[in-house]
């Protein structure tokens, strides 16, 4: 009876870290991309001949974001089907639904969290953006192109996961 419950509570100990290290991975990834997204921020001001480095980082930040996913270490990924379906798609759903509720306009510290993502979608989904826009355009479209932004990003890291699956481990993974 003590070496099953001792069994459960290292097994339960083991999600707890896998879980924990998880969300310190993804948390630390979006940090890093707000850091990058508002130092571009910082040298665009209001010179606009340099527009294109918000664009580029738009652009390259699926990759980065892949690149993260890629490095991510095999021994805290999640085991199992449903454990890992369960972890991401909140991970898809929760920060889609905050990117949303800062493309209509949210709380300013939303705002700043979703830097990375509110960013992106002007290079991503830059015809949203020309030109006079509809109500709908403004109202639904631009927020929906955040939250499609984050599940863009997401797709970077997942595909990064899935190619470093077959990577060679080392000692430190």
């Known amino acids: 009876m003590r070496k099953e419950l001792d069994g459960r509570l290292d097994g339960a100990r083991d999600a707890g870290k896998r879980y924990g290290f998880c969300v310190l991975w993804m948390l630390a990834l979006q940090f890093a991309s707000?850091?990058?997204c508002w130092g571009v921020l910082l040298l665009f001001g209001r010179d606009f001949e340099l527009e294109w480095l918000v664009y580029t980082l738009g652009l390259l930040l699926p990759f980065l974001w892949g690149v993260a996913g890629y490095h991510f270490p095999r021994r805290f990924r999640i085991p199992g089907r449903w454990q890992s379906l369960i972890f991401?798609?909140?991970f898809l759903a929760l920060p889609a639904a905050l990117c949303w509720?800062?493309?209509?306009?949210g709380p300013d510290g939303l705002q700043l969290l979703c830097a990375p993502q509110l960013m992106a979608r002007l290079a991503w989904f830059s015809p949203l953006f020309d030109g006079p826009a509809s109500a709908?355009?403004?109202n639904t479209l631009q927020p929906l192109a955040a939250a499609g932004m984050h599940l863009l990003l997401m797709a970077g890291f997942l595909l990064g996961m899935w190619f470093g699956r077959k990577r060679k481990t080392t000692v430190y993974t």
């Open 101 to 105: 509720w800062a493309g209509q306009g």
């Open 136 to 138: 709908l355009v403004l």
């Open 34 to 36: 707000c850091l990058a």
């Open 88 to 90: 991401w798609l909140l």
